[in-house]
């Protein structure tokens, strides 16, 4: 059965950092991609970092500069280290592994409050 267990939210001072932790388990075949997405109150939720299994990057224009996704594979888990918060990046912070086009998994969400 596959786990994705996100953790590291919490609640931050803007300008301050916090670091998500997305740890997979029972996970047979390697993810084409890893992303952290994240959902506010009334809002869709968005892409806002993505690794894929040959190491490349892409991250939302609002998290550009600030935000860091990386993995550790002798952990299956992936991170998002988050700088510089804002007041806008409130919300569920979702972990998702891509294992084909038409199959992925989620994680249960880790809350992220950034006070102004």
């Known amino acids: 059965q596959v786990h994705l267990v996100e953790s590291g939210g919490g609640l931050v001072q803007a300008g301050g950092s916090l670091r998500l932790s997305c740890v997979a388990s029972?996970?047979?075949?390697?993810?084409?991609?890893v992303g952290w997405y994240r959902q506010a109150p009334g809002n869709q939720r968005e892409l806002v970092a993505v690794?894929?299994?040959?190491?490349?990057?892409n991250y939302a224009d609002s998290v550009k500069g600030r935000f860091t996704i990386s993995r550790d594979n002798a952990k299956n888990t992936v991170y998002l280290q988050m700088n510089s918060l804002k007041p806008g990046d409130t919300a569920v912070y979702y972990c998702?592994?891509?294992?084909?086009?038409?199959?992925?998994?989620w994680g249960q969400g880790t809350q992220v409050t950034v006070s102004s």
């Open positions: 998702n592994a891509e294992i084909t086009s038409t199959l992925s998994y």
């Open positions: 029972g996970i047979i075949i390697s993810p084409r991609s």
């Open positions: 690794i894929t299994s040959g190491g490349s990057t």
